[in-house]
Every structure is written in C-alpha cells, then in structure tokens.
C-alpha cells in the first residue's frame, strides 16, 4: 500500500449561527439536555426508569449534565456573591468569628477561602451523602448504589439548575430570595423523592430529613478531612 501524506481538513470555522444552532442543540425538548431537564422536572420518577432501564440515547448523560450547570452556578456565584475575602471580612465584622477559639477561626477562614477557590467542588459535596443516604433509606425499591448516585445526580443537576434562575435575584438587603430558592429546591426534592421511590408522605418528610442530615455529615467529613491534609502538610513543610 503506498504511503500517503494525507493533509487533514480543517475544521468550519465558527460562527453566530454555528453558535446558535449549538444552542438550539441544547436546548431540544426531544433529546439531550432540553428533554432530560423536561422530563426530571415534570415527571422525575419515568425519568429515572426510562434512562436506567429502558433508553438511555435520548437523555444527556449524568455527569456531564451536572459539570455543565455547576460550571454555570460557579461563574455567577464567585461575581454575585460576597465568597472567600469579603465573606471572611463580613464574618469579622460582625463579630462571629472572633468569639471562637482560634484553631477554629482558623478553620473556619480556610473554609471560606476554600469555597471561593474550590466553589465548583464545594458546591457539590453533599452529592455522595445523599447517594448513600438514599440508598440506604430506600433500599426496598431495588436500586443498587450506582443507580442511586445516578439518580441523584440528575436531581441534583435540575436543583442546581433551580439556583442558577434565583441566584440574580438574591441580595444582601432581602431575604424573599433566599428563602424562595429554598422552598424551590426542597419543594422539588420531596417531589422528586416520592415520584421516584413511591413512599408515603409522613415516610418521606422524615426519610428526607434524615437525608440531610447525613448529606451534612458527609459534607463536614469531606472538609474535616481536607483540612487534616492541609495541616498535616503545613507541618510536614514548615
């Protein structure tokens, strides 16, 4: 066979409606991440079965659904929210922090500048607390914890989705904001639990407490042991 020097062709260049028709890709109601967001929204319980046990091509997957909100929540929260520095600086000025031992002002300034640096990985660490919560808390429905992490990634992917919308409208001077994002989010997550794992609502309303409850606790476990790390290797380096 003779050796060819082929010359790859380059790519189109971009342009608006290059860009445009992108979007109108995105934002398809039959299949990608227009139809997976209309369907965990509207009917989260199909959704889920449909995309684990039935057709999985018309559905966005997973994790890059939820890399793409977070990266969406990340850029407007670190300009729309006072994050690392200025929380810190705000936290001193009223007076909370100096009325804390020091190893935990200390930890506590870490944590703010932390979620200011690391804001896309912060903002996601109740995501396996609540996997496992799930999983163990509604184990009779069959789910094994793959299909659980995937299911909460979903739910947490429209709950981000839910923030990005609120988050221009929070301010400092009013609380309506924060408060509306958190009926949202919560209202959808009770929704979403009882379509997908069909339990009664008084089971559900302390199922979904416990759940927080152990989200929280992984969440604190995953930053206890970041700044064990980051001590250790302070010492270790000085």
């Known amino acids: 066979m003779p050796f060819t ?7 189109k260049r971009i342009t608006l409606r290059h860009l445009s028709g992108e979007l109108l890709k995105l934002a398809n109601l039959e299949k990608g991440f227009g139809y997976t967001v209309r369907q965990f929204v509207a009917r989260p319980g199909h959704a889920a079965r449909e995309y684990l046990y ?7 997957k997973p994790f890059p659904m939820l890399a793409l909100v977070a990266t969406i929540a990340t ?3 670190l300009r729309l929210l006072p994050l ?8 001193k000025a009223e007076g909370i922090g100096s ?3 020091l190893a935990v002002q200390e930890a506590l300034h870490l944590v703010t500048i932390g979620m200011q640096k690391y804001f896309n990985i912060a903002f996601m660490l109740s995501l396996p607390g609540q996997s496992v919560g799930t999983f163990l808390l509604f184990r009779k429905t ?5 299909e659980h992490l995937v299911i909460n990634t979903y739910l947490f992917a429209v709950q981000t989705l839910i923030y990005i919308l609120v988050l221009p409208f929070i301010t400092i001077d009013s609380q309506w904001p924060g408060l509306l994002l958190l009926v949202l989010m919560y209202g959808y997550w009770l929704f979403a639990l009882r379509q997908i794992f069909r339990p009664a609502w008084w089971p559900l309303l302390w ?3 416990t759940l927080a409850l152990i989200a929280q606790a992984f969440t604190n476990l995953i930053i206890l042991l970041a700044l064990g790390i980051y001590w250790i290797y302070q010492y270790f380096a000085a």
Not at 5 to 11: L, Q
Not at 84 to 91: I, K, N, T, V
């Open 5 to 11: 020097n082929a010359i790859p062709i380059p790519p």
């Open 54 to 60: 039935q057709d999985r091509s018309r559905m966005m």
């Open 75 to 77: 850029f407007l929260s």
């Open 84 to 91: 690392g520095a200025p929380l810190w600086q705000s936290l």
């Open 99 to 101: 009325r804390l031992p």
């Open 142 to 146: 069959g789910y094994n914890l793959a």
């Open 207 to 209: 199922k979904s407490a």
